[in-house]
């Protein structure tokens, strides 16, 4: 039995040989499912064993993989290699905030986006309310003590007709969380560090994302499912994941989990955030690379100088040298 044939990537300290594995978990920025991803770095290295070559440079590897992805996937996902390439050299880290109400599938999608993204960062909403209640006690924010479709609960007075007691619980909870979120993404700005934030209070309209404006590049998004009885069936699967999220008590509350769902979607649609529908995982995740690379297309365009140089963001400097003197 012969050695497997062992092909260079030249241009790559110190020269590592090229892995099916490693170059598909590299595809899935495309959009791709890794079951696809493989196959695309399956058939690469096929042709490269075909044209009987001992190392392979960047480049041409490159515009191999866009062949290959052009035939088995289409150009959809040649384009997107070719943007994500392209704008790989980022200077500002991506923040990525994904929306939505309970049971929409906002965990997997976030956890699932981060790995085909190579972030390492994902933090849930949840967590910082958690953090928050060590600070605030219930007497002082009884909102925070509270799940996000049940928030009508601790209103201390029922507000005026004919406003919705839930969604009042829900922003007033929102807006406590929202002072993390916007923590979350100054340190992630001055860091320099990727992240993806998920959960029900990442809602358009409670955080200003044109004040960290060149300092990160932010893509909010907006999960639903719109289909009540697909979104019902979300819980039963969770009530088989953990038992601290009993299916009994989401049945309970869905009337009002739809309700903030309403809302969170009124809101995204009046902010201009994109609205994404959960009704694929993969179609979800692929929807969602597409905004991303569209989107770090247009800020790698608008910092471009008509040199063809980069523009220095005087704010983020500035929040750099700050950060150095702490």
Same mark, same amino acid.
């Given at each position: 039995?012969?050695?497997?044939? *062992? /092909?260079?990537?030249?241009?790559? #300290?110190?020269?590592?040989?090229?892995?099916?594995?490693? @170059?598909?978990?590299?595809?899935?920025?495309?959009?791709?499912?890794?079951?696809?991803?493989?196959?695309?770095?399956?058939?690469?290295?096929?042709?490269? *064993?075909?044209?009987?070559?001992?190392?392979?440079? !960047?480049?041409?590897?490159? #515009?191999?993989? /866009?062949?290959?992805?052009?035939?088995?996937?289409?150009?959809?996902?040649?384009?997107? @290699?070719?943007? @994500?390439?392209?704008?790989?050299?980022?200077?500002?880290?991506?923040?990525?905030?994904?929306?939505?109400?309970?049971? %929409?599938?906002?965990?997997? *999608?976030?956890?699932?986006?981060?790995?085909?993204?190579?972030?390492?960062?994902?933090?849930? !909403?949840?967590? /910082? =309310?958690?953090?928050?209640?060590?600070?605030?006690?219930?007497?002082?924010?009884?909102?925070?003590?509270?799940?996000?479709?049940?928030?009508?609960?601790?209103?201390?007075?029922?507000?005026?007709?004919?406003?919705?007691?839930?969604?009042?619980?829900?922003?007033?909870?929102?807006?406590?969380?929202?002072?993390?979120?916007?923590?979350?993404?100054?340190?992630?700005?001055?860091?320099?560090?990727?992240?993806? /934030?998920?959960?029900?209070?990442?809602?358009?309209?409670?955080?200003?994302?044109?004040?960290?404006?060149?300092?990160?590049?932010?893509?909010?998004?907006?999960?639903? %499912?719109?289909?009540? #009885?697909?979104?019902?069936?979300?819980?039963?699967?969770?009530?088989?994941?953990?038992?601290?999220?009993?299916?009994?008590?989401?049945?309970?509350?869905?009337?009002? *989990?739809?309700?903030?769902?309403?809302?969170?979607?009124?809101?995204?649609?009046?902010?201009?955030?994109?609205?994404?529908?959960?009704?694929?995982?993969?179609?979800?995740?692929?929807?969602?690379?597409?905004?991303?690379? #569209?989107?770090?297309?247009?800020?790698?365009?608008?910092?471009?100088?008509?040199?063809?140089?980069?523009?220095?963001?005087?704010?983020?400097?500035?929040? =750099?040298?700050?950060?150095?003197?702490?």
């Amino acid at each position: 039995m012969t050695d497997k044939k *062992i /092909i260079v990537i030249s241009g790559v #300290d110190p020269g590592l040989p090229y892995s099916k594995g490693l @170059w598909a978990s590299e595809l899935m920025v495309t959009g791709l499912s890794p079951y696809r991803a493989y196959q695309v770095a399956e058939q690469v290295e096929q042709r490269l *064993i075909e044209r009987n070559v001992v190392s392979v440079t !960047t480049d041409e590897l490159d #515009d191999l993989t /866009i062949d290959v992805l052009s035939d088995l996937a289409g150009e959809r996902y040649a384009t997107n @290699w070719l943007k @994500w390439r392209e704008i790989s050299m980022l200077d500002a880290p991506l923040v990525i905030m994904i929306g939505g109400a309970t049971g %929409v599938g906002k965990s997997t *999608i976030a956890t699932q986006l981060a790995v085909r993204l190579g972030i390492v960062r994902v933090v849930a !909403t949840d967590a /910082i =309310r958690e953090v928050m209640r060590a600070l605030f006690t219930s007497e002082l924010m009884p909102t925070l003590y509270t799940s996000s479709f049940e928030a009508d609960s601790a209103l201390r007075e029922p507000p005026p007709r004919p406003l919705d007691r839930v969604i009042v619980g829900f922003r007033e909870q929102t807006a406590a969380v929202a002072v993390g979120i916007r923590a979350l993404v100054e340190r992630a700005a001055v860091e320099g560090t990727s992240i993806v /934030i998920e959960g029900a209070h990442v809602v358009p309209g409670f955080f200003d994302l044109e004040a960290f404006e060149g300092r990160v590049l932010a893509v909010p998004v907006v999960v639903t %499912v719109d289909d009540e #009885d697909l979104h019902r069936s979300h819980f039963a699967v969770r009530s088989t994941d953990a038992s601290s999220r009993p299916f009994e008590r989401y049945v309970q509350g869905f009337p009002n *989990i739809r309700r903030v769902q309403k809302y969170i979607k009124s809101q995204a649609l009046s902010h201009n955030v994109p609205v994404i529908p959960n009704y694929s995982l993969d179609q979800a995740l692929a929807a969602i690379i597409d905004l991303v690379v #569209d989107r770090a297309t247009d800020y790698m365009r608008s910092r471009q100088q008509p040199d063809g140089s980069k523009r220095r963001h005087p704010s983020r400097e500035a929040t =750099r040298l700050e950060a150095s003197k702490r």
